[in-house]
């Protein structure tokens, strides 16, 4: 996450408040976070899935 994407946030939430709208996490069902990387042998998890 960059500081552009934490500045788009901001400008969306200020949006949707100046518009009398209200977030909720009610709706959110599933969450994918992912790293992008050059190289993905350094941050591969080591061990077997939980």
């Known amino acids: 996450m960059s500081q552009k994407d934490v500045d788009l946030a901001r400008r969306i ?3 949707a408040t100046a ?3 209200t977030a909720t ?3 959110v069902s599933v969450v994918e976070l992912s790293r ?3 190289d993905s ?3 591969a998890p080591l ?3 939980c």
């Open 13 to 15: 939430a200020d949006i």
């Open 19 to 21: 518009r009398r709208l």
């Open 36 to 38: 992008d990387t050059r």
């Open 47 to 49: 061990g077997p899935p």
């Open 25 to 27: 996490s009610a709706a």
């Open 41 to 43: 042998a350094t941050v």
